[in-house]
């Protein structure tokens, strides 16, 4: 009789097929009004251009309708009320609530945490809503432990009262897969050190898909390559191949700025600047050259060169080292060179430990107390952290922190002190909106001595600190900068900011505690050479007033090949 049924319904959906109307409309009916007001609260939609549409829509509406819990519906017939009217009614019979589920022995009963389940030895009893998201769930966590193509099967389902049945779990599992061959496309040297030690995926290893899609998104993390697609998997009989797309990017960039002021003594306009060179990856080992030249209008030199190479030798240690040149005119030299052993945690954290020798020249005839040939020798131990936005480059990184500190001691012919210092370095963009954010940054250092040699201290000042001030013109033994700049975009490549700078430092050999702060704004143009930047500031002491004549025009390249 059933069958009847169904096959009449069939047959008059065929025919509504062959008759053309401008638009259909569905009205479904329950059994019962009760029922019918369970039809409205699943929503269906009731207006149509043709049949065929309309058929799709009452399966629906069935599929809905046994997943709620009424298993026995069916549509017990289906009538023209007009040319543009179709009745629908369905037996929908009484509600299912729950299932109680039998699941074998060796079924591994810790997948069941993942779901909302009530359990009993060898059972566990769901709400007949929820059986579908459960059992989606407890399969996906069987294929993420190596079996990506097992099925889950209810068998033997049997009514045991009004609202509950009851199903057997049958597992249908394939052999777990392992990944055996992993295979980088598009880049194909890209270093192998970093799909082992930073992406963290090695043969052998169990397969497991939404894992390997999470680890590859980590390659946005990485500066010099990027994701081209999402990975594939080539699976054969006996063996499991990765497929990951890359694609190299450009990453070498050159920076460089030109600056001029006034000289406070000869009222003369006086010029100064840096180049900055950096090397990246062009080796395809993920390494970093860094070459840095200073000369400002205080006759001071700096040069500085080190190089970073992670994953050494494939290990998850890398090597760090690097030498540093300061010259103060006629004064004094200092020569630093370091070394560091760096793990890095993820993609984010790195830890490293390394020690530091500084060896300092007094170019004057003779030694005095505050200025004297010194050898420094420190222990060092640093932390970064670093959240980028390579999508956006302008900004690419979104947070940077970086806390170092180093113990030892300065010997000279004065004598050993013990020494400690203490270096921060960090800075923040809070994006407001596409247009609208703000960058602040805190840099400080402090060093620890009972007695300071004026060729040991810190040099700051400049563009790349408080701004408004002459290159390396304020010595101090403790200081702290805080920059700060509201930013706003006119473009995707030009923004606009204002420049508002804050610090303060004391030098024990001087016994001066100061503050001091600057004023400014700029410009930023992303143009085909690169980053242009053009930043007027000028800076005032605590005790000094503000003065057009101190103020500083910079101007800087910074180009991306």
Not at 382 to 389: E, I, L
């Amino acid at each position: 009789m059933v069958f009847i049924k169904r096959l009449s319904i069939l047959f008059f959906l065929i025919f509504l097929n062959h008759v053309k109307s401008q638009s259909i409309y569905l009205k479904a009916l329950g059994e019962n009004v009760s029922n019918t007001k369970v039809i409205d609260s699943i929503g269906y939609i009731n207006s149509f251009d043709n049949y065929l549409s309309l058929e799709t829509e009452l399966n629906t509406i069935k599929t809905k309708l046994t997943r709620s819990g009424y298993i026995d519906t069916v549509i017990d017939s289906i009538s023209k009320q007009n040319d543009s009217l179709v009745t629908a009614h369905f037996f929908l019979g009484q509600k299912i609530k729950r299932i109680k589920i039998t699941h074998s022995t060796d079924f591994n009963i810790e997948l069941l945490n993942f779901i909302d389940h009530k359990k009993d030895h060898n059972t566990f009893e769901l709400d007949i809503t929820q059986l579908e998201s459960a059992l989606n769930t407890l399969n996906s966590k069987i294929a993420e432990q190596g079996d990506p193509f097992t099925t889950l099967q209810l068998v033997n389902i049997t009514k045991q009262d009004s609202d509950l049945i009851s199903a057997d779990l049958k597992i249908v599992s394939n052999q777990k897969r392992r990944i055996d061959k992993i295979i980088v496309k598009g880049y194909e040297n890209f270093p192998q050190s970093f799909i082992k030690r930073f992406l963290k995926l090695r043969t052998n290893k169990t397969f497991n898909l939404n894992d390997i899609k999470d680890k590859i998104e980590l390659i946005e993390d990485l500066r010099f390559a990027k994701k081209i697609k999402d990975p594939e998997v080539l699976f054969t009989k006996d063996s499991t191949t990765l497929y990951i797309y890359v694609e190299k990017t450009r990453t070498n960039n050159f920076d460089g700025f030109l600056g001029f002021g006034t000289n406070e003594n000869t009222n003369k306009i006086e010029f100064d600047g840096y180049l900055d060179l950096r090397l990246i990856n062009n080796l395809n080992y993920g390494e970093t050259l860094n070459l840095f030249y200073k000369s400002d209008e205080i006759d001071q030199q700096t040069f500085r060169v080190d190089t970073d190479l992670p994953y050494l030798f494939g290990s998850p240690l890398g090597l760090q080292v690097g030498l540093n040149i300061f010259r103060k005119d006629t004064t004094f030299s200092n020569a630093k060179q370091y070394a560091k052993l760096n793990y890095q945690i993820n993609a984010q954290h790195r830890i490293a430990a390394g020690i530091n020798t500084i060896s300092s020249t007094n170019l004057l005839e003779d030694d005095t107390v505050i200025l004297n040939d010194f050898t420094s020798n420190y222990y060092t131990l640093n932390y970064t952290f670093t959240k980028p936005q390579f999508y956006d480059p302008l900004f690419p990184i979104n947070f940077w922190f970086q806390l170092s500190s180093g113990f030892g001691n300065r010997e000279n012919n004065l004598g050993t002190q013990n020494q400690s210092v203490y270096n921060l370095d960090t800075y923040k963009i809070f994006n407001f909106n596409p247009k609208n954010s703000v960058y602040t940054r805190l840099n400080g250092a402090v060093l620890n001595s009972n007695d300071y040699l004026d060729n040991e201290l810190f040099r700051f000042g400049g563009i790349n600190s408080i701004r408004g001030f002459e290159e390396n013109s304020l010595v101090a033994n403790l200081y702290g900068v805080l920059n700060t700049e509201y930013r706003y975009r006119l473009s995707n490549g030009i923004y606009i900011h204002s420049v508002l700078d804050a610090a303060y430092f004391e030098n024990k050999i001087t016994d001066t505690k100061q503050k001091l702060f600057g004023f400014g704004f700029g410009l930023g143009l992303l143009t085909n050479a690169g980053l242009f930047r053009l930043n007027y500031s000028s800076g005032k002491s605590e005790n000094r007033p503000f003065r057009l004549s101190d103020s500083k025009v910079h101007v800087s390249l910074t180009a991306t090949f």
